[in-house]
């Protein structure tokens, strides 16, 4: 027999067994409950989701993503555009994607239906910014600006029919160059068109001519200068032919109009600005065009536009994206918002980069230029296993060095897959380091177009790589 005190806790143990007995079930059951109004709750919340099954995965109308191969073209682009604004001595700035639906109301014209209005946001009304003129033209009048020369690169918005093919989105990126203030005639006039020929022709784009509006010539003529509308008229005639500087010569000719002192002074104005542009080395890219017009309100003189020839013979015929470049003088919008209307002259111009683009881009697919995505300069590799450490060790004096430089992130890559890696992302330079290499001291730099291997000094690896890439 067990002793008493054994038996004593057998009795406790087996009466506390059966208190909580009936306890534990009501817990376990109390769990199965919770679980199973947890999943109702969560079943619930799915359910919608799952119903709709017909939800397609796309970007809204008129927008689009950017693929790795897409930004590298883009971003080339854009640095060149960039690197000629900076050229000129242009300062870059910012303004909000959106604005007080007042800013832009009324700047556009029949236009004005296509901005895109904002819901109520605290009692402000906003909308999406149009373009990036008028807000540089608010920008100027908030912070009494007088004079300034600058760039802006951003995305604008509108609610137009989109067309792809030609490079229209609802949602796309705008690079404008505007010279503000108070300055001779012309010569700001003269130095936008000749930013204008530059980016074209540095993006080698193919042939191009630049279209001025003779409509909005004429209107400053008779409004601003007092000329006849009649003796304008006999101007324009000139113009239907389409020319420059040649054009204004015939026109100096014309007895009707040299005599009349309003037509001396307007012509004398063309002149002087295709005086400028042959000085500037550009005065064969500009001509009239009678057909040249834009319906943005601001504009308040000459206005511009840069379209592709399909060939140097077809000197008329545009290509099928419309204009690439365009632009304008618009002296009277930063006084819209001025308290007292005070106004700066301004003029600009804006690069069509979307437009640009797609002809880049689909020039490319019909060679088959293969684009690299990364800047990658040297691939760390080894052939052995266990040599993670040493890797990261040398990447990590290449990356202090300011050399781009990869590795795997794999513990024992084989080194045909590193090889292969750099062949298909076109990094240049691969250095392999194994137990050879460290007993001896050295790495192994391979040229990934050759396959050449050739073994340098430990301490002089990142010397022997710059000397190399600055060659390349």
Known sequence: MPPFGLLHMRAWASLFGQLLRPRRAVFIREVRVHSQVAEAVLTSQLKPHQEKSHFVIKTPKGTRDLSPQQMVVREKILDMVIGCFKRHGAKRIDTPAFELKETLTEKYGEDSGLIYDLKDQGGELLSLRYDLTVPFARYLAMNKVKKMKRYHVGKVWRRESPTIVQGRYREFCQCDFDIAG?????????????????????????????????????????????????????????????????????????????????????????????????????????????????GLDYYTGVIYEAVLLQTPAQAEESSNVGSVAAGGRYDGLVGMFDPKGYKVPCVGLSIGVERIFSIVEQRMKTFGQKIRTTETQVFVATPQKNFLHERLKLIAELWDAGIKAELLYKNNPKLLTQLHYCEDMGIPLVVIIGEQEMKEGIIKLRLVASREEVAIKRENLVAEIQKRLSES
Not at 208 to 234: N, Q
Not at 260 to 275: H, I, S, T, V, Y
């Open 182 to 294: 108070q300055f001779d005639p012309m010569i700001p006039d003269a130095e936008c068109l000749k930013i204008m020929c530059e980016i074209l022709s540095g993006l080698e784009l193919g042939d191009f001519i630049i279209k001025t509006s003779w409509k909005d010539v004429r209107h400053e003529m008779v409004v601003k200068k007092g000329l006849a509308p009649e003796v304008a008229d006999r101007i324009g005639d000139y113009v239907q032919c389409h020319g420059g500087v040649s054009l204004i010569e015939q026109m100096f000719q014309d007895p009707r109009l040299c005599q009349n002192k309003q037509a001396r002074e307007g012509l004398g104005d063309l002149k002087l600005l295709f005086e400028y542009l042959t000085l500037f080395g550009i005065a064969e890219k500009i001509s009239f065009d009678l057909s040249l017009a834009r």
